[in-house]
């Protein structure tokens, strides 16, 4: 499977994004799509994640309230709703694919787009 991110930007504290990831093959109701991020000199951490199909989601505490994970089946597509948008938010957003489950560690992910850079500005 091959994933392909889009919908980075910059954007004003407060403001809104709306990430998509289109994958290419076949997304079965036991995989999870996730989302990660990576902010300049940190380590790439846990989004957001949903089951295929099931649509069962999950948050990081950080993004929980304002970001929201959704998937469009027929398109092979999923989405990261992002609102009220603060800088901390700034970095690159990968979204990745697990095949064993819902997970929050990176390694669990086997399938990874090239990621999209989200910038919001004080």
């Known amino acids: 499977v091959q994933l392909q991110a889009s919908g980075g930007g910059l954007v004003q504290a407060g403001g809104s994004l709306k990430l998509s990831c289109v994958a290419s093959?076949?997304?079965?109701?036991?995989?999870?799509m996730g989302w990660f991020r990576q902010a300049p000199g940190k380590e790439r951490e846990f989004v957001a994640a949903?089951?295929?199909?099931?649509?069962?989601?999950y948050y990081s505490d950080s993004v929980k309230g304002r970001f929201t994970i959704s998937q469009l089946k027929a398109e092979n597509t999923e989405y990261l709703q992002m609102n009220s948008l603060k800088p901390e938010d700034t970095a690159v957003y990968y979204c990745a694919r697990a095949i064993r489950g819902l997970s929050t560690v990176e390694k669990d992910y086997s399938d990874w787009g090239q990621g999209t850079q989200v910038t919001v500005s004080s």
């Open positions: 949903i089951r295929w199909g099931v649509g069962n989601t």
């Open positions: 093959g076949r997304i079965f109701s036991s995989h999870v």
